[in-house]
T-cell receptor, first 116, second 113 residues
């Protein structure tokens, strides 16, 4: 079975300061990992993905994440927060559990607030 | 290229009614997945369709059903609506079954009175 734990339900930062959103996962297979962002009343937009290539993954809007197998973590970072980054962020794991069907498991989400 | 389109955006129903939601995938995408998003349970996978066949199913009661047409458009139906069905229903498409990442629509917000 696979699972995703987003360690913080809410993170608040000041504009211009670094962002760290934490995600731990468990998976019986070699997982693919994703970060999605959701703005109010919108669908999910892909920020970045890890699919067993480079462990440091760069995404859109200056975000990046590092896959650490030994720590089963996939934390999302950004050097300098912008007001437009305020949104909810989801860590997602996908593996081929139980046969040929891929299964997506979502974290509970982290609400990022950016203060001026 | 147009994104994933979901209609309607908002819907209000009463308990016991049934509802049909529609999803048009990105052109050329043949796989459509449906998700339910609620504050309490978060995002949960409902089912995935590819080539008009259900390929994967989440843990939801039989009141939740779906189908896919030959043009890859998909519909989701919920019968005998309950208050707990109030949620944002998201549709996502990808070129083939099981291919990640998926591209999401903006969802249909369903409210049950």
């Amino acid at each position: 079975a696979q699972s995703v734990t987003q360690l913080d339900s809410h993170v608040s930062v000041s504009e211009g300061t670094p962002v760290l959103l934490r995600c731990n996962y468990s998976s019986s297979y070699s997982p693919s990992l994703f970060w999605y962002v959701q703005h109010p009343n919108k669908g999910l937009q892909l920020l970045l993905k890890y699919t067993s290539a480079a462990t440091l993954v760069k995404g859109i809007n200056g975000f990046e994440a590092e896959f650490k197998k030994s720590e089963t973590s996939f934390h999302l970072t950004k050097p300098s927060a912008h007001m437009s980054d305020a949104a909810e962020y989801f860590c997602v794991v996908s593996d081929r559990s139980g046969g040929s069907n891929y299964k997506l498991t979502f974290g509970k989400g982290t609400l990022l607030t950016v203060n001026p | 290229k147009a994104g994933v389109t979901q209609t309607p955006r908002y819907l209000i129903k009463t308990r016991g009614q049934q509802v049909t939601l529609s999803c048009s995938p990105i052109s050329g995408h043949r796989s459509v997945s449906w998700y339910q998003q609620t504050p309490g349970q978060g995002l949960q996978f409902l089912f995935e369709y590819f080539s008009e066949t259900q390929r994967n199913k989440g843990n939801f009661p039989g009141r939740f059903s779906g189908r896919q047409f030959s043009n890859s458009r998909s519909e989701m139906n919920v019968s005998t609506l309950e208050l707990g069905d109030s949620a944002l229903y998201l549709c996502a498409s990808s070129p083939r079954a099981g291919v990640q990442p998926q591209h999401f629509g903006d969802g249909t917000r369903l409210s049950i009175l």
